[in-house]
């Protein structure tokens, strides 16, 4: 199973770094700074982020004064990192393979990505492998099932009556998306001081820019169901992303949805 959905992820992902960057991205920056602290990233931190996507958790790293280095799998993704952080070492690597010797960082943190991998405790593991003792780390993911600015392109699909197709796997870190389930799976990956929190804020955005960055762009499982729909469903699956998303309406046409995650830190 792991192996599916490692395949379905790459497949997933592959030739959207660039919309990704448009849209969730900008929805999972909220997250940047409590996750660095979490980490207890500053000057002289030798920090490795996991999963750096489009890389603004690293370019705050660096920021901060760390030695950041970065992995993503998908080879896009790493090359927008390394445009937008100038001489960040980036490799491409796919969890839960971690390139690096034992001990190597005091730091590791990944961004909503320990629920894009086939097998979340196998990569809990090297990433704990990888810290040198007393090595912090910090991890976010959404609250699952994924609801408000998450989830409000399934609720519209589910409102349409357009059901999940049979080969898309469920993610392996569906049952550990509330607090207790992810402090266990943390602490049984020998972490020590394990806390997880619950994190809510507004992300304040355009509709229709929404939309386009989390239905049409092929972005996330949502956006793919979407993607093979024909054009009379895609309107119907619209009709009711309208209706639901009005119910969120703030100033200036814009819409504020609320984002449910969790963050999670340790030591090693």
Not at 37 to 43: I, L, S, W, Y
Not at 68 to 83: F, G, H, K, Q, V
Not at 111 to 129: D, M, Q, Y
Request: hydrophobic content about 45%; proline content about 6%.
């Amino acid at each position: 199973m792991a192996d599916d959905f490692d395949l379905y992820e790459r497949e997933l992902w592959a030739g959207r770094a660039a919309a990704y960057e448009r849209g969730f991205a900008r929805l999972t920056r909220h997250l940047i700074d409590p996750l660095l602290d979490a980490a207890g990233v500053a000057a002289g931190t030798r920090f490795l982020e996991v999963g750096t996507g489009p890389g603004f958790v690293s370019r705050e790293a660096v920021r901060r004064g760390a030695e950041a280095t970065a992995l993503d799998a998908d080879p896009d993704m790493a090359e927008t990192a390394r445009r937008n952080v100038p001489g960040l070492d980036v490799r491409v690597a796919v969890l839960p393979d971690v390139p690096f010797d034992d001990g190597t960082f005091d730091a590791v943190a990944g961004n909503f990505v320990i629920n894009h991998v086939g097998s979340p405790g196998a990569a809990l593991a090297e990433l704990r492998r990888v810290l040198r003792p007393g090595g912090r780390l910090a991890l976010s993911c959404w609250v699952m099932p994924g609801s408000g600015a998450l989830g409000i392109v399934r609720e519209a699909l589910e409102e349409a009556g357009v059901p999940v197709p049979a080969d898309i796997p469920d993610p392996p870190f569906m049952e550990y998306g509330e607090v207790t389930a992810f402090r266990r799976l943390v602490a049984a990956a020998g972490f020590a001081g394990v806390a997880v929190e619950e994190v809510t804020w507004e992300h304040v955005v355009d509709p229709e820019e929404w939309w386009e960055t989390g239905a049409l762009s092929r972005v996330g499982t949502n956006g793919v169901i979407v993607g093979r729909q024909d054009a009379p469903t895609v309107q119907r699956v619209k009709d009711a992303y309208d209706r639901i998303v009005s119910g969120y309406a703030a100033a200036d046409g814009k819409v504020a949805l609320p984002a449910h995650a969790l963050l999670a830190s340790g030591s090693r």
